[in-house]
């Protein structure tokens, strides 16, 4: 059937047809069909309700718990066909949510950027016969790039017969010079990779990582450092005797663009091989570094240094390409990773307010997108992607909101919900609702820290019955978290129960 405004062809057929019919007689009118005794199809059954006791019940322990606890909980369970409140407990509460921050990191991603965004890293540069006075390395916000990624580029480069390479520069334009995400600050002392700065052109995350292998008894241990070029190695983990105890001690310390790591320490001999990861604490030169002596293991000559800069050359000549973003968020739902948050969250600053991307224009972009679906209300504040460490508030009632409009939108629903931890199976899930592995029901992300315990997602249904999100925060809880952890998946539980009763 053709709808709207119709070609011009369209509408004379049609006069004609009509036109046509008008100047032929009647035809005459069927006889009757005899009539035939048919039995009505039964009524399909009418969908039992929701017995909301059990979690009632359960949402009572939890508050009583929490009170307990010097804390406070809060929650909202929806049925995700009719937007209907199941239950729910100090719902327009404000909590802080955690990583449960990474749910509208993902939302907004899928929604502002597209599932099959990806970020493009390239090698710049003017070719001068074999040689190219100054390559420039430029990123546009890929979490996932590794020194592999610039080996496939180096590799492009002496396919095209690069020799010789003057200089290199790091052009980090595409985000602004605040590298260090809103309120990673708390903890500056922090080595952890689990708060690694963000920059535009990233390597492993933002991280470097020491391998330690034993050697034979009374030598010392081979250090391996990825990614290669930029942590110099001082002092040495000496090998001991078979069955002595594993200490090793490591200090990093910036020497300049650079940093100096420390070692002390012993392995015994033939021990496991030992690997130590921590963040870089100013990343911009570490590509830059690296992709040096990438390119110096292919053959190619670098005689100047390794600078930022390079914003003006515009020819490429090597590129790779992410996979998409549909697909990197595993790394938020499932794995809870900080740096992929964060870096995502730029992004969406970046491509929706203009380069140099900024923290602050994410937020105002994630804050209108939360507005824009109907998961905004006074008590919400968004200033991270990640939850680290108390920037963002939510409220019970916003998350389920969130969860309800992603899973109904068929443009990022499939996506954000594959991208959440299953109950009993993986990601930070692997150890809970095991009862309801067999089923994989349970889809939802965890929040932790040192006071706080959330979990929201989804306990997807039998057929014929709509899924349920739920959205659970207990906060100021300190040394209490696994209690609460416990408590919630009790909640969690009685819904699933509910939702399944009879099958």
């Given at each position: 059937m053709l709808t709207g405004r119709r070609p011009r062809q369209a509408l004379a057929l049609a006069a004609l047809v009509a036109l046509t019919a008008a100047a032929l007689p009647a035809a005459p009118e069927p006889a009757p069909a005899p009539t035939a005794s048919v039995a009505a199809p039964p009524a399909a059954p009418a969908r039992s309700a929701i017995d909301t006791a059990p979690i009632e019940a359960a949402l009572a322990k939890l508050a009583t718990d929490a009170k307990e606890w010097g804390g406070s909980a809060g929650a909202a369970i929806v049925d995700l066909e009719t937007g209907k409140t199941i239950a729910a407990l100090n719902e327009h509460k404000s909590f802080n949510p955690a990583s449960n921050a990474k749910l509208v990191t993902a939302a907004a991603a899928l929604r502002l950027l597209g599932p099959g965004h990806r970020f493009l890293t390239g090698l710049y540069g003017k070719l001068d016969?074999?040689?190219?006075?100054?390559?420039?390395?430029?990123?546009?916000?890929?979490?996932s790039l590794e020194a592999g990624h610039l080996w496939e580029m180096a590799r492009e480069l002496v396919t095209a017969g690069v020799r010789k390479v003057g200089g290199i520069a790091v052009d980090q334009g595409y985000f602004d010079d605040a590298y260090v995400p809103p309120a990673f600050a708390e903890q500056p002392e922090e080595w952890a990779p689990f708060r690694a700065p963000v920059s535009?052109?990233?390597?492993?995350?933002?991280?470097?990582?020491?391998?330690?292998?034993?050697?034979?008894?009374?030598?010392?241990?081979?250090?391996?450092?990825?990614?290669?070029?930029?942590?110099?190695?001082?002092?040495?983990?000496?090998?001991?005797?078979?069955?002595?105890?594993?200490?090793?001690?490591?200090?990093?310390?910036?020497?300049?663009?650079?940093?100096?790591?420390?070692?002390?320490?012993?392995?015994?001999?033939?021990?496991?091989?030992?690997?130590?990861r921590r963040r870089v604490d100013d990343p911009r030169l570490v590509p830059g570094h690296a992709l040096r002596g990438i390119l110096e293991s292919a053959g190619i000559s670098v005689e100047g240094p390794v600078r930022l800069g390079g914003a003006k050359e515009k020819r490429m000549l090597a590129s790779h390409r992410s996979a998409p973003l549909g697909e990197m968020l595993v790394a938020l739902g499932k794995d809870s990773d900080n740096f992929y948050a964060e870096t995502i969250f730029k992004t969406i600053g970046a491509e929706k307010k203009g380069k140099p991307g900024s923290f602050e224009g994410a937020a105002e972009e994630v804050k209108r997108f939360l507005e824009d679906v109907g998961a905004f209300e006074a008590g919400v504040v968004v200033k991270n992607g990640s939850g680290l460490f108390s920037a963002n508030r939510t409220t019970p009632w916003a998350t389920a909101?969130?969860?309800?409009?992603?899973?109904?939108?068929?443009?990022?629903?499939?996506?954000?919900?594959?991208?959440?931890?299953?109950?009993?199976?993986?990601?930070?899930l692997r150890g809970r609702f095991r009862s309801w592995s067999e089923r994989g029901n349970i889809r939802a992300k965890t929040g932790t820290l040192k006071a706080v315990a959330s979990l929201s997602g989804y306990v997807l249904g039998p057929p014929g019955r709509a899924p349920i999100a739920f959205a659970i925060f207990t906060n100021d809880i300190p040394d209490k978290v696994g209690l609460a952890r416990a408590s919630i998946d009790k909640v969690v539980d009685a819904t699933a129960r509910a939702l399944w009763k009879d099958r």
């Amino acid at each position: 059937m053709l709808t709207g405004r119709r070609p011009r062809q369209a509408l004379a057929l049609a006069a004609l047809v009509a036109l046509t019919a008008a100047a032929l007689p009647a035809a005459p009118e069927p006889a009757p069909a005899p009539t035939a005794s048919v039995a009505a199809p039964p009524a399909a059954p009418a969908r039992s309700a929701i017995d909301t006791a059990p979690i009632e019940a359960a949402l009572a322990k939890l508050a009583t718990d929490a009170k307990e606890w010097g804390g406070s909980a809060g929650a909202a369970i929806v049925d995700l066909e009719t937007g209907k409140t199941i239950a729910a407990l100090n719902e327009h509460k404000s909590f802080n949510p955690a990583s449960n921050a990474k749910l509208v990191t993902a939302a907004a991603a899928l929604r502002l950027l597209g599932p099959g965004h990806r970020f493009l890293t390239g090698l710049y540069g003017k070719l001068d016969g074999d040689r190219v006075p100054e390559l420039v390395l430029r990123g546009g916000g890929d979490p996932s790039l590794e020194a592999g990624h610039l080996w496939e580029m180096a590799r492009e480069l002496v396919t095209a017969g690069v020799r010789k390479v003057g200089g290199i520069a790091v052009d980090q334009g595409y985000f602004d010079d605040a590298y260090v995400p809103p309120a990673f600050a708390e903890q500056p002392e922090e080595w952890a990779p689990f708060r690694a700065p963000v920059s535009a052109v990233a390597l492993d995350e933002n991280t470097v990582t020491l391998s330690v292998r034993p050697a034979a008894k009374g030598k010392d241990a081979a250090v391996r450092v990825d990614p290669p070029g930029f942590l110099e190695v001082v002092g040495a983990v000496r090998t001991s005797a078979k069955g002595d105890p594993e200490k090793v001690t490591l200090t990093l310390e910036p020497k300049g663009e650079r940093l100096v790591a420390r070692m002390g320490g012993h392995l015994p001999e033939g021990s496991r091989v030992v690997r130590i990861r921590r963040r870089v604490d100013d990343p911009r030169l570490v590509p830059g570094h690296a992709l040096r002596g990438i390119l110096e293991s292919a053959g190619i000559s670098v005689e100047g240094p390794v600078r930022l800069g390079g914003a003006k050359e515009k020819r490429m000549l090597a590129s790779h390409r992410s996979a998409p973003l549909g697909e990197m968020l595993v790394a938020l739902g499932k794995d809870s990773d900080n740096f992929y948050a964060e870096t995502i969250f730029k992004t969406i600053g970046a491509e929706k307010k203009g380069k140099p991307g900024s923290f602050e224009g994410a937020a105002e972009e994630v804050k209108r997108f939360l507005e824009d679906v109907g998961a905004f209300e006074a008590g919400v504040v968004v200033k991270n992607g990640s939850g680290l460490f108390s920037a963002n508030r939510t409220t019970p009632w916003a998350t389920a909101s969130l969860l309800r409009a992603a899973h109904r939108d068929p443009a990022i629903g499939p996506e954000f919900v594959a991208h959440l931890a299953i109950g009993g199976i993986d990601g930070t899930l692997r150890g809970r609702f095991r009862s309801w592995s067999e089923r994989g029901n349970i889809r939802a992300k965890t929040g932790t820290l040192k006071a706080v315990a959330s979990l929201s997602g989804y306990v997807l249904g039998p057929p014929g019955r709509a899924p349920i999100a739920f959205a659970i925060f207990t906060n100021d809880i300190p040394d209490k978290v696994g209690l609460a952890r416990a408590s919630i998946d009790k909640v969690v539980d009685a819904t699933a129960r509910a939702l399944w009763k009879d099958r």
